[in-house]
């Protein structure tokens, strides 16, 4: 069987997706770069990668059984970020709910060796890609978004 190349994010519903395109247009049209389409807008949680096929319900399984405290999370810049060239939507704030969420999907993860980032986890989503250098914007009206799960997505 073939692998399936996986990942874990909180994945926005339709209405939730509009209200962040109606907030920030007016900021994303100053961007310069490859626009990400906003149906594909998310915050990934962990990459996972090239994963087997036949372990896939497994893992959904075991998906199914974590714990999710409901969290908010307030998206409050536009950044770029000059490794990936992205411009992305950033929640600068991580919280406390959403850490554990995050330990938690590491830890499950660990039998299948996938091993926890060693970076400092920074929720967003990627606006755009080979996007132009730019400062930092700090949103006039930040927009917050409530969470009670996670999806597991293949790319």
Not at 17 to 39: C, K, M
């Amino acid at each position: 069987m073939a692998d399936k190349r996986l990942f874990l994010a909180l994945w926005p519903d339709d209405r939730r997706r509009n209200s962040l395109r109606d907030e920030f247009r007016p900021l994303l049209s100053g961007i310069e770069g490859r626009a990400v389409d906003r149906r594909n807008w998310h915050v990934t949680l962990i990459f996972i990668g090239d994963f087997p096929e036949e372990k896939v319900p497994e893992l959904l399984i075991k998906c199914a059984h974590i714990d999710v405290q409901p969290f908010r999370l307030r998206f409050d810049r536009l950044t770029f970020w000059p490794r990936p060239k992205i411009a992305c939507l950033q929640a600068m704030t991580v919280p406390d709910e959403l850490k554990q969420l995050k330990s938690g999907l590491e830890t499950m993860l660990l039998p299948y060796g996938i091993e926890p980032e060693q970076l400092e986890y920074r929720p967003h989503i990627t606006a755009a890609r080979a996007a132009r250098p730019f400062d930092p914007v700090r949103l006039a009206r930040p927009v917050e978004m409530h969470w009670t799960g996670f999806d597991l997505v293949e790319s």
